[in-house]
Nanobody, 120 residues
Framework: QVQLVESGGGLVQPGGSLRLSCLVSRSIFSINVMGWYRQAPGKERELVARITIGANTNYADSVKGRFTISRDGAKNILYLQMNSLKPEDTAHYYC??????????????WGQGTQVTVSS
């Protein structure tokens, strides 16, 4: 089992920055894939950024060049650094973890999320 606890959300002005944190209850290097997702009112949940156990990363086109996903193995924390924030980034952000490299053993976990609001 994996517990995920997000923090760092809040209200920020357009052009500002925030860093989201996801505290993980086990070694992040034992987790195959970790990512950040977001969901805005009236919209589907979407992938924001993802990092694999081998440190390969993927980003949504809308956040490339502005957001950076990273991890701290010593503290078991996944980060999402968000720069040059836009009102369109306003959403509830969720931490996600996927364990297992096979279909039979795959398990997925979600945190409760943290709200990010970008507004003047």
């Amino acid at each position: 089992q994996v517990q995920l606890v997000e923090s760092g959300g809040g209200l920020v002005q357009p052009g500002g920055s925030l860093r989201l944190s996801c505290l993980v209850s086990r070694s992040i290097f034992s987790i195959n894939v970790m990512g950040w997702y977001r969901q805005a009112p009236g919209k589907e949940r979407e992938l924001v950024a993802r990092i694999t156990i081998g440190a390969n990363t993927n980003y949504a086109d809308s956040v490339k060049g502005r957001f950076t996903i990273s991890r701290d193995g010593a503290k078991n924390i996944l980060y999402l650094q968000m720069n040059s924030l836009k009102p369109e980034d306003t959403a509830h952000y969720y931490c996600n973890a996927v364990l297992g490299s096979t279909t039979a053993l795959r398990a997925e976990y979600w945190g409760q999320g943290t709200q990010v609001t970008v507004s003047s």
